[in-house]
């Protein structure tokens, strides 16, 4: 529960300056948060639905695609969206994309090479 909540769970006993100030919040703070619920219910409402498409094309891909294809997967199919979105939705729903990158090798693991290595110079 956020401040603002508390504020308005309790503003008919105590009043909404009282508990602004005993909280630290500024009432018009508190009258903001009161103002853009409708549009933060709204988004959540989109993101559950946009979840809903993302996990249906991370299924269809049988678990290897990233934010990246899916993105221009829902591109394709004609939606909106950037990657930067799509990549903070898979993460609060526990998803990713499956990463086939090489390793490299920082040393040599031959022993031949480190003898010749030596040898040359002590050589010089």
């Not at 603002?4 to 309790?10: G, I, K, R, S």
């Not at 103002?35 to 991370?58: G, Y």
């Not at 299924?59 to 979105?85: C, F, H, M, V, W």
Request: aromatic residues 6%.
């Amino acid at each position: 529960m956020n401040r603002c909540q508390f504020v308005q769970d309790h503003q008919r006993r105590f009043g909404v300056k009282r508990l602004c100030d005993i909280l630290g919040l500024s009432r018009s703070s508190f009258y903001y948060w009161r103002r853009t619920a409708a549009a933060r219910a709204a988004r959540q409402v989109a993101e559950a639905e946009l979840a809903a498409r993302i996990r249906t094309v991370h299924q269809e891909s049988d678990g290897t695609y990233g934010a990246p294809r899916i993105t221009a997967e829902l591109r394709d199919q004609g939606e909106r969206i950037n990657r930067k979105r799509v990549a903070r939705v898979m993460r609060t729903i526990g998803l990713g994309g499956v990463r086939l990158r090489r390793r490299h090798r920082t040393t040599e693991l031959f022993p031949t090479c480190r003898v010749r290595t030596a040898v040359g110079l002590t050589d010089r």
